[in-house]
């Protein structure tokens, strides 16, 4: 079946550091989202990206989608404690039961502060 | 309700039961799907239903588990004869169409076989 495959599963920075994960799928996407889960708690939706080359700023957060829709980045500027978590990207392809929602294994970011 | 449900919220159970894990999604929501995770794991897909389509089944790990949506609405997952390694945290999310909306998820069962 259709996978996304997420690196790096994990990752340590100082805090004002930046981070970066980043998605890749072997055929095209119809849409990637992206989530992010605090310890202990449940995955959260943070944005979709649907057209090629989509760049999507929500703050210190910048999301991007690959010219082909076969990969998608999240960057973080300057990380902070808060910024704590596993982020996972999800993954649609067209056509029938494809329009689930695939999970790749996620990153977990932790900070030194 | 006002996000999806989940419950129990915890499970602990004898190798060998069978359990039950129920999953209310939000109201009018079509999708609905079950994810295991296990202790500091990525999200493993299990079961997909949408609508009045078929159920994915395609991630359920072997036969001795099952899912089941009545009326469109909640659903139920069931693990028969249950193993150690079936002890997780068994995540339920719904969204509100079929392929471009995000997801809502539960807070989740946590699963320990003993």
């Known amino acids: 079946g259709q996978q996304v495959m997420q690196i790096p599963q994990y990752q340590h920075v100082q805090e004002g550091e930046d981070f970066t994960t980043y998605c890749n799928s072997s055929?095209?996407?119809?849409?990637i989202q992206w989530y992010k889960q605090r310890p202990g708690g449940h995955p959260v939706f943070l944005i979709q990206?649907?057209?090629?080359?989509e760049v999507k700023k929500q703050k210190r957060l910048t999301f991007q989608f690959g010219e082909a829709k076969k990969n998608s980045s999240l960057h973080i500027t300057a990380t902070q404690t808060t910024d704590v978590g596993t982020y996972f990207c999800?993954?649609?392809?067209?056509?029938?039961?494809?329009?689930?929602?695939?999970f790749g294994k996620g990153t977990l970011l932790t900070v030194n502060p | 309700g006002a996000g999806v449900s989940q419950s129990p919220s915890n499970k602990v159970t004898e190798k060998g039961k069978d359990v039950e894990l129920r999953c209310d999604p939000i109201?009018?929501?079509?999708?609905l799907y079950w994810y295991r995770q296990s202790l500091g794991q990525g999200l493993e897909f299990l079961i997909y239903?949408?609508?009045?389509?078929?159920?994915?089944k395609s991630g359920l790990p072997s036969d001795r588990f099952s899912a089941e949506r009545t009326g469109g609405s909640v659903s139920t997952l069931t693990i028969q004869r249950t193993q150690q390694e079936d002890s997780a945290v068994y995540l339920c999310?719904?969204?509100?169409?079929?392929?471009?909306?995000?997801?809502?998820f539960g807070q989740g069962t946590r699963l320990t076989v003993v």
């Open positions: 109201s009018g929501h079509t999708a």
């Open positions: 999310a719904s969204s509100s169409s079929r392929g471009g909306t995000e997801a809502f």
């Open positions: 055929t095209t996407l119809s849409n």
């Open positions: 239903f949408q609508g009045n389509s078929a159920p994915d």
């Open positions: 990206l649907v057209k090629s080359g």
């Open positions: 999800a993954g649609r392809w067209s056509g029938g039961s494809n329009y689930k929602l695939t």
